[in-house]
């Protein structure tokens, strides 16, 4: 009866292939079992939490992709276009009419199938997400190095490096809407499902390791602020307004935050290229049920890596889905992102230790005081199949945590543990966790029933506990379950914020001491951009007087941009602290990489192709994409080469494409190509645009010339006569007078391994 009643199981879990962990109890074999029960109490032993026969899903990387293939559809030629109801369909191009004769008469309503085809059309949108609306997705996996986290958690994982746990992350920006541009300066999301053998374990973080507030209670003024404003709608994608401006100057706690919004961390190149941060401070729990505080971090493999304000400025208009299109291009290309999975552990004795409260969401944990431990890695390597189930269906709840991981009272965390269970209902319903991208790969078990849209068909008659049932119905149980941190909870009931929880300007301090001049540079520029946005004097005079808590060159030099408060003196001395990790320089890979970077070769007819075939393979060898841009989309002609030959195609027309798009630039030689190229505005501006944004330009012989006139630069060095090998670099501009194809190999050699 067991063994047939285990080969029932796989039924209620959709037929995952499992592997049982049983605990047989006595003689239960006996086949009287069902009818008297076993010899002694086999019934209540059942009821017994420690005694529950536990069934664990043997989960692998792929187990996610099994899973969602239930719901796939392959499209099909052989079968004919039907109704939802699957009847087969002559014509789906004329409504259903009353015709006099040749002329139209009236659409006839009766017409079922063109009434549906509206209905579901006119019900296709759901609400968007109250914040992190535009956003995309990718699956990949986890693992863990090793098990050194097992001195922390018992969450298998973290700690078992024979797993490969599937994930699904979604990249978001917060400000705008779903069809809003990818390159807004704002802040990312990074929320990242992890479908564990335990259950999904959602870690929903940024790309910047701090936050507006303290106090989850504040997280609808904090989005009112921001969002478009609400008398006329504006602005989309922007925190450039007064509303946003106003509030933050009014709230000093988001002061931190505020420093990295205006930073180069809010305008990143790639989603590829940022780092993450589960920001809040949550708990791991060992199997001897001793806790730490523990923060979550992911370090991209290429480094951390921005646009320029300028460029992205521009793309948000040449290419609003810039980075939805990035992540995809790499992961069909093979250049699968990756990161780093670092834990920063506190321990429970130390909680108080600090000059900050450990607990506070605008605070990092300073990475000289805790450092970084590496446990694992993160790797995306599948786009989705189709972006609206998938990737906007996908829904995360920080609640949503496994054994061996816990919360802290971090109130920010705490405030988030109720309102994203909440907002799934109003944008999914209530069985949002049983749409395939969420469901989890392990077994779900229980007795929650019905609401809207409900796809599970139990069987059975009990759907309560306790119940008179015995194998097959979920009972309670202790053996792998989620259990509370047994935490020792002493208070009074108020509403207030610790002492610590009053200090806003030390760590905006920390954060901008640490950032190199150029960065200091675009922050000082992103600021002034910012609050010349708003027209209230009000609004502008405020921000600059509270800079001035933070440092006083700055708040001077953004007061005089904006027309702002000058300090005459500083509000309170600059502590004059640094962390390297707060720079985004920091991250830069100790073996440089240009893998996945994007390369325009701009060419004209008469260019040089054996200098652009060998450049080109030495690129492709470090695993960078090459882009061929002409004064034509087709075929362009070599030098000595005749108009009909098989010419080398251009992907794009110099006004198909901008250089903004482009990581570097390169213009080979070849003497009537370079003249085109010189008597060409658009082409002349792809050069100057791609000097302008410290752009890496290389230019062969003829093309020499051409790149010094357009910069305006005459510094540039350049080879001692046109026939030199030797390259000369400077400015970000590399020339040579010739290029010697044979050293091609060599130049790949040297790409590749980041010399
Ligand atoms: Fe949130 C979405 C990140 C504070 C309430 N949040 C959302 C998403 C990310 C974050 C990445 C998009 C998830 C997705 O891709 O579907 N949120 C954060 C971080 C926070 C934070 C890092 C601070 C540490 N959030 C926060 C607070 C509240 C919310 C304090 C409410 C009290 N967040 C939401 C939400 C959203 C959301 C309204 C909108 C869509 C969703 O949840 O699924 O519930």
Known sequence: ????????????????????????????????????????????????????????????????????????????????????????????????????????????????????????????????????????????????????????????????????????????????????????????????????????????????????????????????????????????????????????????????????????????????????????????????????????????????HSLMWDEALKIAGQDPDFHRKDLEEAIKSGAYPKWTFGIQVIEEKDEHSFDFDILDATKVWPESLVPVQPIGELVLNRTVDEFFPETEQAAFCTSHVVPGIGFSDDPLLQGRNFSYFDTQITRLGINWEQLPINRPVCPVLNHHRDGAMQHRIHKGQLNYWPNRGSVGHPVPTSNGSYEEYKQRIVGIKQ?????????????????????????????????????????????????????????????????????????DKPARQNHGKKDAALSQTHFIPKTPTIKSRRIAILIADGFNLAEVESVRAALASGLATTWIIGPRRGKIFAHGEKVGGAGLVADHHYEGQRSTLFDALYIPSGAEHAKSIASNGRAIHWIREAFGHCKAIGAIGDAVPVVREAIGLPEIRVASSPDSTEVQSSYGVVTAGKYDVKSAVTDALEIATGN
């Not at 005694?51 to 293939?69: M, P």
């Not at 704002?186 to 507030?213: H, Q």
């Not at 988001?254 to 989603?271: G, L, N, Q, T």
């Not at 006083?552 to 941009?561: F, I, P, R, S």
């Open 1 to 304: 009866r067991l063994l047939n009643t285990m080969c029932d199981i796989p039924k209620y879990f959709n037929n995952h292939s499992i592997v049982f962990d049983i605990t047989f109890c006595g003689d239960w074999a006996g086949n009287s079992y069902a009818t008297s029960g076993c010899p002694g109490t086999c019934p209540e032993r059942l009821m017994d939490p420690t005694n529950f026969v536990h069934a664990i899903a043997n989960i692998t990387e792929t187990a996610k992709v099994k899973d969602l293939s239930r719901n796939i559809v392959e499209p099909s030629s052989s079968s004919g276009l039907t109704t939802d109801h699957g009847v087969a369909i002559p014509d789906t191009d004329n409504w259903l009419k009353a015709m006099d004769g040749e002329h139209a008469g009236p659409s006839l309503l009766e017409d079922q199938i063109a009434r549906e085809k509206i209905h579901r059309f006119d019900h296709e949108r759901i609400p968007e997400r109250v914040v992190h609306a535009r956003g995309t997705g990718a699956h990949g996996y986890f693992r863990v190095f090793d098990d050194r986290a097992a001195k922390w958690t018992k969450a298998g994982v973290l700690t078992d490096p024979s797993r490969t746990t599937p994930i699904f992350i979604r990249f978001s920006t917060v400000q705008g809407s779903r069809g809003s541009a990818d390159t807004v300066r704002d802040v990312r999301g990074f929320a990242i499902k992890f479908y564990t053998e335990e259950g999904n374990w959602d870690l929903v973080g940024n790309n910047i390791p701090v936050f507006f507030i303290q106090d989850a209670i504040k997280f609808p003024d904090i989005i009112h602020a921001v969002k478009p404003e609400p008398h006329n709608e504006v602005p989309q994608g922007q925190t450039a307004h007064n509303n946003f401006w106003d509030f933050v100057g009014l709230q000093p706690e988001s002061a931190h935050m505020v420093m990295w919004a205006m930073s180069d961390r809010a305008i990143p190149r790639s989603f590829r290229m940022m780092q993450g941060f589960g920001v809040n401070t949550y708990t791991l729990i060992n199997n001897a049920g001793q806790r730490v505080f523990v923060k979550f971090h992911m370090t991209p493999e290429l480094g951390v």
């Open 495 to 567: 509403r207030a914020r610790s002492a610590k929880f009053q200090e806003h300007f030390n760590q905006a301090q920390l954060f901008y001491n640490s950032l190199t001049d150029h960065e200091k540079a675009h922050l000082i520029s992103a600021f002034s951009f910012e609050l010349s946005h708003c027209d209230d004097q009000q609004v502008y005079e405020t921000y600059t007087k509270l800079l001035n808590n933070i440092d006083y060159e700055l708040a001077k030099t953004v007061a005089q941009n904006v027309n702002g408060i000058l300090p």
